[in-house]
């Protein structure tokens, strides 16, 4: 049995990723500040609330950064497989900071509307509640787009994050307008929203992050591009028991391959090698290869 390491989730991936991690902190920055201004100085929860949910992903954004510097860590004795799961757990942080911040907002939403304490909001929470959906949604198309191009879960979490960041303030916008509009209940109705769309978000990138640690498999088209390869190696005769799972934003693969049992131990260790090398060659962000060797008279 063979193994070879060499990361080709380049260092420059990493940097692009921690450059989005950067930008995502200081945009959420500066929108808790003026979206948690405006929601003070106007009178309103939903605005309010919608800082909360910026504040949660100032935090996640500094998780994300810290976990992509230890997930591009190499290999070692007590780390074999690597350190790309650091990206995982932090992407269920980010999770956890999200789920807490609906429940802290449907709290507060509640209590407003059962204490009866309902104000009109000022115009200014309007401007904030546009200027976030703007500042959110350009977060997330670029942050995306670079998120899918590194294969980073972290990246893509925070961009969806942005994403509901966005929705939020939208439904904030919603209860905002309608609550200058004769309808106070409406701002703290938005905040409840809100929160709802923050646990949907949250629900589906907490199960791609578990599905991760569960070792749950890439795909039948990622399996069949690693049999391919293979198979295109002379002297490989049949490729059985191919896993393909992911760790953080690398992929680790293990295979059995079937060459001729009359073959020398060397010629068979060099057929290995040559499987491992094709496979890191024309497979981006393969970080580990594992290959086993079996005489073709056993199968």
């Not at 100032?58 to 070692?76: E, N, R, T, V, W």
């Not at 789920?99 to 309007?126: F, K, Y």
């Not at 959906?133 to 961009?159: C, D, H, W």
């Amino acid at each position: 049995m063979g193994q070879s390491q060499g990361v080709t989730s380049t260092d420059k991936d990493f940097q692009t990723a921690r450059f989005w991690a950067v930008v995502g902190f200081v945009g959420n920055f500066g929108l808790t500040v003026i979206k948690g201004w405006a929601g003070i100085v106007s009178n309103s929860g939903a605005m309010v609330a919608d800082a909360v949910h910026s504040a949660s992903d100032i935090f996640a954004s500094m998780f994300i950064y810290i976990s992509l510097k230890i997930a591009q860590k190499p290999a070692d004795n007590e780390h074999p497989y690597g350190h790309g799961r650091a990206e995982v757990i932090s992407t269920l942080v980010v999770v956890g900071m999200l789920v807490a911040a609906g429940v802290e907002i449907i709290r507060t939403a509640i209590s407003t509307i059962r204490q009866g304490s309902l104000h009109t909001p000022g115009d200014l929470a309007v401007y904030a509640a546009i200027l976030s959906i703007v500042v959110n949604e350009l977060m997330y198309q670029f942050m995306y787009r670079a998120g899918v191009k590194t294969n980073s879960p972290s990246t893509i979490a925070n961009a969806m994050d942005n994403r509901s960041d966005a929705f939020s303030s939208i439904a904030a916008l919603i209860g905002i307008v309608g609550a200058k509009l004769k309808y106070p209940v409406l701002d703290p109705v938005a905040g409840i929203v809100v929160a709802l769309f923050i646990f949907k978000m949250s629900y589906g990138i907490a199960m791609d992050a578990v599905g991760q640690i569960m070792d749950e498999s890439v795909g039948e088209n990622k399996i069949q591009e690693v049999k391919t390869l293979a198979l295109s190696v002379n002297r490989v005769k049949n490729v059985h028991g191919i896993r393909v799972r992911r760790s953080g934003a690398a992929f680790l693969v293990d295979m059995d391959i079937v060459v001729d049992p009359k073959i020398t131990v060397e010629m068979a260790h060099d057929i290995g090698e040559a499987v491992r090398g094709m496979i890191r060659v024309h497979m981006d962000r393969v970080s580990q290869v594992r290959v086993h060797i079996d005489p073709s008279d056993l199968h």
